[in-house]
């Protein structure tokens, strides 16, 4: 097999360093400091200086990170790319422990809409945030090693499973085994031990769990990336890169990447994509570079919004199930997903944005449209276009295993929608 890419280790890591939104909004930050973003604070007042560039990060799990262009946003706009840090798992309830016939189990809800079957026999572990007594911000914790199973059903118990379907009762079946034993508190002992801080120094938490295999490269020629939330931190990773590569040269337009949690419960929260968070973040860009309230609404006028979230490739095993003219290929380059319902928030004018991007790049662009007898699933687009009214194209990467806990896409359908997105935040 040949050697993997720097561009797909990259990616690899990016998610690997990710099992939460709190740690790929986290990673995000770190991998932009060391291109010149530091970090601004929603509560402080802001001066901009020429060719600023910053981070500016929402309750830990939302991040938008912008470098100012050579132009007035009045007179040149924004070029805006959006994506989303979160992914369908399992979460911890508030009162997490859970003592039945001698095991010690984790109390979860599901988030999302998770392929729940795939959470089964997996070596499964627990990250999130901490607060903890006396620190003001948040601690990430990841505690890494296999740590609990959810154990599916011995088949001798349910000998039709195979040709009935496996049916999982979100209450029942899915808390994962943590143990063996009684009593309270070795949630709270686990977290103390992990943060290194006594039991009752721990005051809260938002906790979930994660597969610990790391992500990894297969096939024949190395073509296939198996990986766990590839929908959507494969976007994030390509709005980031693309991000680095372009601000150096200073193009005329503001670059902005946004990157929201809960597009995967809808987008209704205070840093979610159907907040007032970018609206609120562009019109001060405008504010704070000596525009006027009339430039705001000049800067949306000159802008485009580019919505990446990964998109149904066709899988040769249920090739019926898509649109016949409209099946995007594995490894055919990135797709312009179009829905004249407004699904998706494309029309052809930001199509054919996105698409001279490409050319430039040299890369293939393919179209995705739902069967017209099936109902056609949404993205963060048509919010955001409908927020800020802003030209939107709703594009992403085609892969398989969409929402289950092990994902799978292609490495040079990655190099082709970072090469595309870099040439459209460089103008071309
Ligand atoms: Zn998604």
Same mark, same amino acid.
């Given at each position: 097999?040949?050697?993997?890419?720097?561009?797909?280790?990259?990616?690899?890591?990016?998610?690997?360093?990710?099992?939460?939104?709190?740690?790929?909004?986290?990673?995000?930050?770190?991998?932009?400091?060391?291109?010149?973003?530091?970090?601004?604070?929603?509560?402080?007042?802001?001066?901009?200086?020429?060719?600023?560039?910053?981070?500016?990060?929402?309750?830990?799990?939302?991040?938008?990170?912008?470098?100012?262009?050579?132009?007035?946003?009045?007179?040149?706009?924004?070029?805006?790319?959006?994506?989303?840090?979160?992914?369908?798992?399992?979460?911890?309830?508030?009162?997490?422990?859970?003592?039945?016939?001698?095991?010690?189990?984790?109390?979860?809800?599901?988030?999302?809409?998770?392929?729940?079957?795939?959470?089964?026999?997996?070596?499964?572990?627990?990250?999130?945030?901490?607060?903890?007594?006396?620190?003001?911000?948040?601690?990430?914790?990841?505690?890494?090693?296999?740590?609990?199973?959810?154990?599916?059903?011995?088949?001798?118990?349910?000998?039709?499973?195979?040709?009935?379907?496996?049916?999982?009762?979100?209450?029942?079946?899915?808390?994962?085994?943590? &143990?063996?034993?009684?009593?309270? +508190?070795? /949630?709270?002992? %686990?977290?103390? @031990?992990?943060? $290194?801080? =006594?039991? *009752?120094?721990?005051?809260?938490?938002?906790?979930?769990?994660?597969?610990?295999?790391?992500?990894?490269?297969?096939?024949?020629?190395?073509?296939?990336?198996?990986?766990?939330?590839?929908?959507?931190?494969?976007?994030?990773?390509?709005?980031?890169?693309?991000?680095?590569?372009?601000?150096?040269?200073?193009?005329?337009?503001?670059?902005?990447?946004?990157?929201?949690?809960?597009?995967?419960?809808?987008?209704?929260?205070?840093?979610?994509? &159907?907040?007032?968070?970018?609206? +609120?973040? /562009?019109?001060? %860009?405008?504010? @704070?570079?000596? $525009?006027? =309230?009339? *430039?705001?609404?000049?800067?949306?006028?000159?802008?485009?919004?580019?919505?990446?979230?990964?998109?149904?490739?066709?899988?040769?095993?249920?090739?019926?199930?898509?649109?016949?003219?409209?099946?995007?290929?594995?490894?055919?380059?990135?797709?312009?997903?179009?829905?004249?319902?407004?699904?998706?928030?494309?029309?052809?004018?930001?199509?054919?944005?996105?698409?001279?991007?490409?050319?430039?790049?040299?890369?293939?662009?393919?179209?995705?449209?739902?069967?017209?007898?099936?109902?056609?699933?949404?993205?963060?687009?048509?919010?955001?276009?409908?927020?800020?009214?802003?030209?939107?194209?709703?594009?992403?990467?085609?892969?398989?295993?969409?929402?289950?806990?092990?994902?799978?896409?292609?490495?040079?359908?990655?190099?082709?929608?970072?090469?595309?997105?870099?040439?459209?935040?460089?103008?071309?």
């Amino acid at each position: 097999m040949p050697e993997t890419p720097a561009l797909t280790r990259n990616l690899l890591d990016y998610i690997d360093a990710s099992p939460t939104p709190f740690h790929a909004v986290a990673e995000a930050r770190r991998r932009l400091s060391a291109h010149s973003f530091t970090p601004l604070d929603e509560r402080d007042a802001w001066v901009l200086e020429a060719g600023a560039r910053h981070t500016v990060v929402r309750h830990d799990s939302s991040l938008v990170a912008f470098a100012l262009g050579s132009q007035p946003p009045a007179e040149a706009g924004f070029l805006l790319i959006g994506a989303h840090t979160d992914s369908p798992n399992l979460r911890l309830k508030p009162r997490a422990e859970l003592n039945r016939h001698g095991c010690r189990q984790f109390a979860v809800e599901v988030y999302g809409g998770a392929l729940l079957h795939t959470w089964l026999d997996r070596d499964l572990s627990l990250a999130g945030r901490a607060f903890v007594a006396g620190a003001e911000e948040p601690r990430l914790l990841r505690v890494g090693r296999p740590l609990c199973r959810v154990p599916s059903l011995a088949i001798h118990l349910d000998r039709e499973v195979n040709d009935r379907g496996l049916v999982l009762h979100r209450q029942n079946h899915l808390p994962p085994l943590v &143990g063996l034993g009684e009593g309270e +508190g070795w /949630l709270q002992g %686990l977290l103390a @031990a992990e943060l $290194g801080v =006594a039991p *009752d120094a721990i005051l809260g938490w938002d906790l979930m769990l994660h597969d610990t295999v790391a992500p990894c490269v297969s096939g024949l020629d190395g073509e296939f990336i198996h990986a766990p939330r590839l929908d959507n931190l494969a976007s994030c990773h390509a709005a980031l890169e693309a991000l680095v590569a372009a601000a150096p040269a200073r193009p005329a337009p503001t670059l902005v990447v946004a990157l929201y949690d809960h597009e995967e419960v809808g987008s209704q929260s205070a840093e979610g994509a &159907g907040s007032a968070f970018l609206w +609120g973040l /562009l019109e001060r %860009l405008v504010r @704070a570079t000596g $525009g006027s =309230a009339e *430039d705001v609404h000049r800067a949306l006028a000159h802008s485009l919004f580019v919505s990446a979230d990964m998109a149904h490739g066709v899988h040769p095993n249920y090739a019926d199930l898509h649109e016949p003219q409209h099946a995007p290929k594995l490894g055919g380059g990135p797709v312009i997903k179009i829905n004249t319902n407004q699904r998706y928030a494309t029309n052809a004018a930001t199509a054919l944005r996105f698409e001279r991007a490409a050319r430039a790049a040299q890369v293939p662009v393919q179209r995705f449209v739902m069967r017209s007898d099936l109902p056609c699933g949404s993205t963060i687009g048509p919010i955001t276009a409908a927020r800020l009214g802003v030209a939107t194209v709703d594009v992403g990467n085609p892969m398989l295993s969409m929402h289950s806990i092990r994902e799978l896409a292609s490495s040079q359908d990655q190099a082709a929608m970072v090469a595309t997105l870099t040439a459209l935040f460089a103008g071309r």
